[in-house]
């Protein structure tokens, strides 16, 4: 996910890596609680498996449901391998110059990893 470039996901894309279904849409704070609440029902009429927001604040979709994945794009503390909260796993994209990766396991535990560059 390009989280320098967020207008690529502001309509909502869905992709599909295996057997999984990822449906990604970006979160401005401009954006009202229907909006963000429409694409959510948009992805589960798709049957996507996992919802990833990614958003310039984690507050902005603390208190929405439905949302599997939330990737805040501010420094916000967050353990850097992630931590789930209320069932949404957050965490924060990486730092310029590294990679981070999302790792979903079998029973669908989330977790998240950061490469740096050597």
């Known amino acids: ?4 470039t967020l207008s690529l996901y502001s309509e909502g894309l869905i992709i599909q890596k295996g057997t999984q279904r990822f ?3 970006s ?3 401009t954006d009202s ?4 609440e429409k694409q959510i029902e948009y992805f589960k009429k798709y049957k996507v498996d996992f919802i990833v ?3 310039p604040e984690k507050r902005l979709v603390t208190s ?3 949302i599997d994945i ?3 794009t501010a420094n916000e503390d967050l353990f850097v391998m992630g931590e789930t909260i209320k069932g949404t796993f957050y965490v924060d994209s990486p730092e310029v110059g590294s990679v981070g990766v999302i790792l ?3 029973s669908r535990v989330v977790s998240a990893k950061v490469i740096q560059e050597l």
């Open 64 to 66: 929405i449901s439905g």
């Open 1 to 4: 996910i390009d989280v320098e």
């Open 70 to 72: 939330v990737i805040s």
């Open 23 to 25: 449906g990604i849409f």
């Open 104 to 106: 979903i396991s079998p």
């Open 53 to 55: 927001a990614v958003v």
């Open 27 to 29: 979160i401005a704070s």
């Open 33 to 36: 609680l229907e909006k963000i």
